[in-house]
């Protein structure tokens, strides 16, 4: 498995552990996530700290996770953008779209500050 999921109270981090999210590993995230979906996930941070490089696969993962969240009234944030990764997300416009963090901490914190609300 090229993923570490790690279940917390009110949320999952999804640790990425291969330097790249393409079509070779894409598919299973997305397996993985709709299995959250159906476990009642309704946070998700995707960790995507080793990844340095992702291509259209993979930001339809990060998508689909996304949607996940949304259609569950939960929250989705990715963290850990590398440069190249960064460069991408923001090419493609999904910086306007998704919450983004530097640290799972960061988006834990987050997640905590939303849930008070």
Known sequence: ???????????????VLSSKL????APDLKSEL???GNENVKNIILDV?????IDSSGLSSILVANRLCE??????ILCGLQPDVE??????????????TKTVEEAEELLAKKEKL
Do not use: P, W
Request: contains cysteine; charged residues 15%.
């Open 87 to 100: 460069h991408l997300i923001r090419l493609s416009m999904l910086h306007t779209v998704l919450l983004i």
């Open 1 to 15: 498995m090229e993923f570490q999921v790690i279940n917390k109270d009110n949320l999952s981090v999804i640790k």
């Open 49 to 53: 700290s080793a990844c340095s490089y």
């Open 34 to 36: 709709v299995v959250l």
């Open 71 to 76: 259609d569950a009234i939960g929250t989705f």
């Open 22 to 25: 393409d079509t070779n590993n």
